[in-house]
Nanobody, 127 residues
Framework: QVQVMESGGGLVEAGGSLRLSCTAS????????MGWFRQAPGKEREGVSC????????YYAESVKGRFTISQEHAKNTLYLQMNSLKPEDSAMYYC????????????????????WGQGTQVTVSS
């Protein structure tokens, strides 16, 4: 059974930092791409960042480039999202996803693809 679980969310002041973690079990961790997505109240889910298994190439939404960093620790089957210089508009439920087929990271950030999803972790940035 595949399980994807996020942690690390919380309340932080604008300009602060948080690191989200995502552990995955029941799957081959680096078989396909993994990504972070977020959804704010009243808005559609949007792609934040993605890392693919070939060359460990990373992709970011324009709104988070230069502030967020995605990484993996294979020994722990863990995906991270380091978020710096947080802004109130970054407030959202953040979801981790493990693709279940070969996908293009750049496309996945825009177009939904088959994936296993976590339950989400809430990030709130106060102004």
């Amino acid at each position: 059974q595949v399980q994807v679980m996020e942690s690390g969310g919380g309340l932080v002041e604008a300009g602060g930092s948080l690191r989200l973690s995502c552990t995955a079990s029941g799957l081959t961790f680096d078989e396909y791409a993994m990504g972070w997505f977020r959804q704010a109240p009243g808005k559609e889910r949007e792609g934040v960042s993605c890392i693919n298994t070939v060359g460990q190439t990373t992709y970011y939404a324009e709104s988070v480039k230069g502030r967020f960093t995605i990484s993996q620790e294979h020994a722990k089957n863990t995906l991270y999202l380091q978020m710096n210089s947080l802004k109130p508009e970054d407030s959202a439920m953040y979801y981790c996803a493990a693709a279940t087929t070969l996908v293009s990271c750049s496309a996945w950030l825009i177009v939904p693809q088959p994936a296993n999803w976590g339950q989400g972790t809430q990030v709130t940035v106060s102004s």
